[in-house]
């Protein structure tokens, strides 16, 4: 049964990899692999209780994330919707491809940080749209967004889920991770930012220009200002409702999406019926991408088959047993993150070392933050980052491998031997 599932998750794989010379979209292989998946498992366990029951441990979770994926969405697009993204957008005067590159990654490798790695990268490839005309920019400028996004928040227990279960689980404390993972975490994303950089020097910056139905709905100032503030605030503010109330965060996205709906409504309860359709989050929910959102629920079903039937934890012990070495095991947990889910990686992690033989804060953990959270950006389904931004500008599997992998390749790398050769040094 194990070399079945593990026959097809690879054969669903290939099948998402090859989406166009297929003519497959890749939401259709994503379910129809956590299809047959789950009935092979379920027909080899033959059990429904269990299985029931597991199926519903995995769909809690696949849930989660996805509603906390279209209630970040909704909220971009409302902000979009009422042109909030001026706010920025009006303050960026370089007119060189290769300054706003390094403005992007800093900005989104601090932002991740702050809010967590899946709302940044929703936040920053929606923004590119606005700052950039040209489909193949766009394309470079979110593959940096998805470095950037997975390498800031890894050095913060909220800017991962990977990191954030490290501390919960206490393996690591706030101040220690942020101080050790800060620099290894920064390098892997200024060595991919170096290198695209200098290919994008002497091109210009072209921005798209706006339709006229955008320009005959050109809102307010107060009414920009207003959306971008209260929709950042919004997403800002999630990781300290989870903190304050120990609700998971969708329910902090969920509940500010509707204090926006209600303020939108407000703002605009006086106006002409088409405007105000035009500019309500109804409208808003009716443009979010729900083919990456069902590609998500998809990915996530079948690599939950991966965790139940154990093949992960296998892996694990089978690398603990034939490396032997930790600096090497945890780089190839990070290189298989990007292949499939990393928290079930760092979960079976968890579950194989204990806080005895290695306490907290101890160079496994840290090291397990780093390159767990990293390793993610090799492949563009290697994390929800990616699969958020494959989703909104359509990126293609192929692509990515031949234009950025190399790349976050060359960053994970570079930061790991930072990391290694910092921890030697200090300790």
């Not at 403005?103 to 936040?123: E, P, Q, R, Y």
């Not at 040209?134 to 889920?161: C, K, S, Y």
């Not at 690591?172 to 060595?191: E, Y």
Request: net charge neutral.
């Amino acid at each position: 049964m194990l070399i079945w599932v593990s026959l097809l998750f690879v054969a669903a794989y290939a099948a998402i990899a090859l989406e166009h010379p297929l003519k497959i979209n890749k939401s259709a292989s994503a379910l129809i692999a956590a299809g047959l998946l789950w009935t092979v498992y379920g027909v080899w366990l033959n059990n429904p209780a269990v299985l029931n029951h597991q199926l519903g441990e995995s769909l809690m979770g696949t849930a989660q994330i996805v509603f906390f994926l279209m209630g970040a969405m909704t909220i971009v697009e409302v902000v979009d919707a009422h042109n909030g993204f001026e706010v920025i957008t009006s303050r960026i005067k370089t007119k060189q491809l290769s300054h706003l590159m390094w403005m992007v990654g800093c900005v989104t490798f601090f932002l991740s940080a702050i809010l967590d790695n899946l709302t940044t990268a929703i936040v920053m490839v929606s923004l590119m749209k606005r700052l950039l005309d040209r489909r193949e920019d766009r394309l470079f400028f979110a593959g940096i967004v998805v470095i950037a996004a997975n390498a800031g928040g890894a050095w913060t227990p909220i800017g991962d889920v990977t990191t954030t279960m490290l501390w919960i689980g206490g393996q690591v404390t706030t101040f220690s991770i942020m101080q050790s993972v800060f620099l290894p975490a920064l390098v892997s994303l200024l060595v991919p930012l170096v290198v695209t950089s200098r290919a994008l020097r002497g091109r210009p910056v072209v921005a798209p220009q706006r339709s006229e139905e955008a320009l005959a709905l050109d809102t307010t100032a107060f009414e920009r200002n207003l959306m971008f503030v209260l929709g950042m605030a919004i997403l800002v503010l999630v990781p300290v409702f989870k903190t304050l109330t120990g609700l998971p965060p969708f329910m902090g996205i969920l509940f500010g999406l509707g204090l926006l709906w209600m303020v939108g409504d407000l703002v605009h309860r006086r106006e002409e019926e088409l405007r105000k359709q035009r500019l309500t989050l109804a409208r808003a929910l009716t443009r979010i991408d729900m083919g990456s959102v069902v590609f998500f629920i998809g990915i996530l079903l079948a690599v939950a088959v991966l965790e139940h039937t154990r093949i992960l934890s296998a892996l694990a012990h089978w690398l603990d047993r034939t490396v032997g070495r930790q600096d090497l095991i945890v780089l190839i947990i990070g290189l298989v993150s990007a292949v499939v889910d990393n928290v079930p990686l760092v979960a079976a992690s968890m579950g194989m070392y204990g806080l005895d033989p290695y306490p907290p804060d101890s160079f496994l953990w840290e090291f397990i933050a780093y390159c767990a959270g990293t390793g993610g950006s090799i492949l563009i389904i290697g994390s929800a980052a990616g699969v958020a931004a494959m989703g909104l500008e359509k990126i293609d599997f192929v692509w990515y491998v031949r234009k950025i992998s190399i790349l976050a390749l060359t960053g994970y790398f570079s930061g790991a031997l930072v990391y290694i050769a910092q921890y030697h040094v200090f300790h």
